[in-house]
């Protein structure tokens, strides 16, 4: 799988902001030490941008920027043989078709190295008019399933089940998981008592008053 085949999996841009919402939410209610969670959404990243990402801890990661003009996804996996320390510069055709109004984020700080070397092996965008996702023109390295981290980086953008989740958060955090529970959260409707009980008892609703203004999840 590569960054291609990615674009032709991904939902549009409302869909896919909302899914990052609700991964974010259910991860937050299932640990409520947010330096250990995975995914996360800052609704107020900036004035004018929301953040989605993934960071596994190990040095792999992924960002989404949400904005007026559309979406950017930068993800890196540092296993990758598309990694841009093999040669200190990104893999040619990652990122040398990103549109202008997207180029800020190619070189943001945070998604680079203290060089500004841009950490990334994939990289996807859509403009807000745009009928599809796009990535660069790439020939990527040959004898490897996953290329580019792509596969792996990007498991539960593609594959949005609650089921997909679930699997995720029980091998992550080694505990079951209610998958009612967790349909409740990944439709975005508003956390109940007994939702949030379900998936972990020992957090409550009040508990999470921060990180549902942090996400932007829908209040009841």
């Known amino acids: 799988m590569t960054?291609?085949?990615?674009?032709?999996?991904?939902?549009?841009?409302?869909?896919l902001r909302d899914h990052c919402r609700a991964l974010a939410m259910a991860e937050a209610v299932v640990n409520p030490e947010e330096a250990y969670?995975?995914?996360?959404?800052d609704a107020h990243w900036s004035d004018t941008e929301?953040?989605?990402?993934?960071?596994?801890g190990a040095g792999d990661d992924y960002s989404i920027v949400f904005s007026a003009?559309?979406?950017y996804i930068r993800g890196f996996d540092h296993e990758s043989p598309m990694s841009p320390y093999v040669d200190d510069r990104p893999w040619p055709g990652v990122l040398d078709e990103v549109p202008e109004v997207f180029r800020p984020y190619v070189t943001e700080p945070a998604f680079s190295e203290v060089e500004g070397l841009p950490c990334v092996t994939a990289c996807l965008w859509r403009e807000s008019a745009d009928d599809a996702w796009r990535a660069g023109t790439i020939r990527f390295p040959e004898g490897a399933d996953d290329p580019d981290g792509s596969g792996y980086l990007f498991e539960l953008l593609v594959d949005r089940s609650p089921e997909a989740f679930r699997g995720f958060a029980e091998d992550y955090y080694e505990r079951p998981v209610d998958a009612a529970a967790v349909r409740h959260v990944l439709a975005l409707r508003p956390l109940t008592d007994e939702v949030v009980?379900?998936?972990n008892p020992e957090v409550s609703l009040a508990d999470l008053a921060d990180d549902i203004a942090r996400i932007g999840y829908p209040r009841g």
């Open 3 to 15: 960054v291609h085949d990615i674009a032709r999996r991904l939902p549009g841009i409302p869909a």
């Open 37 to 41: 969670r995975r995914h996360r959404f």
């Open 50 to 56: 929301e953040l989605a990402s993934m960071d596994n």
């Open 69 to 71: 003009a559309g979406a």
């Open 197 to 199: 009980a379900a998936l």
